[in-house]
């Protein structure tokens, strides 16, 4: 019978760590805004060794900043003033790094993306980048 540790959380140091996006969804923000919340396998030395970390890109002109960082870090090159439609399909299989933080809500202690690095030719991924769920696989 398989077994677990109750309550175990898993969770990286804070700092640089690599992610590679395994799921994205569409969805309103409590505010009532159009946003795409991100799920992120990241790691810091070992790409098999991962934590799930959720984020979200809202569509409101005080967080365009967030989606142009998450853009960058992920290999585009912005164009300014562009007219940009961004859709959460746009994200699927995108890699980069960013700077985990650690929070505590309610009693739980989770990592939260910081921000969103540039690319830097100077760092490169430890051994593979998780394998995410292929995009005909998915369940939505």
């Known amino acids: 019978m398989p077994e677990y540790t109750t309550g175990a959380q898993e969770l990286l140091p804070e700092g640089p760590a690599w992610f590679a996006i395994d799921d994205a969804g569409e969805k309103e923000s409590k505010s009532g805004k159009a946003m795409i919340e991100l799920q992120l ?45 961004f859709e959460a399909e746009d994200c699927l299989d995108r890699k980069g790094r960013c700077f985990l933080k650690t929070t505590t809500y309610e009693g739980r202690t989770r990592n939260e993306i910081d921000q969103y690095l540039p690319p830097d030719p100077d760092q490169q991924p430890p051994g ?13």
């Not at 959720?54 to 960082?69: E, H, M, Q, Y």
């Not at 998450?70 to 439609?85: A, I, M, P, S």
Request: glycine fraction near 4%; hydrophobic fraction near 35%; proline fraction near 10%.
């Open 41 to 85: 396998l990241c790691y810091v030395d070992d790409p098999k060794q991962t934590v799930r970390v959720f984020d979200r890109l809202v569509f409101d002109p005080n967080s365009f900043w967030k989606i142009d960082a998450f853009r960058v870090c992920t290999g585009e090159k912005l164009v300014e003033g562009q007219k940009v439609n």
């Open 128 to 140: 593979e980048p998780p394998q995410t769920v292929p995009k005909s696989n998915r369940p939505f």
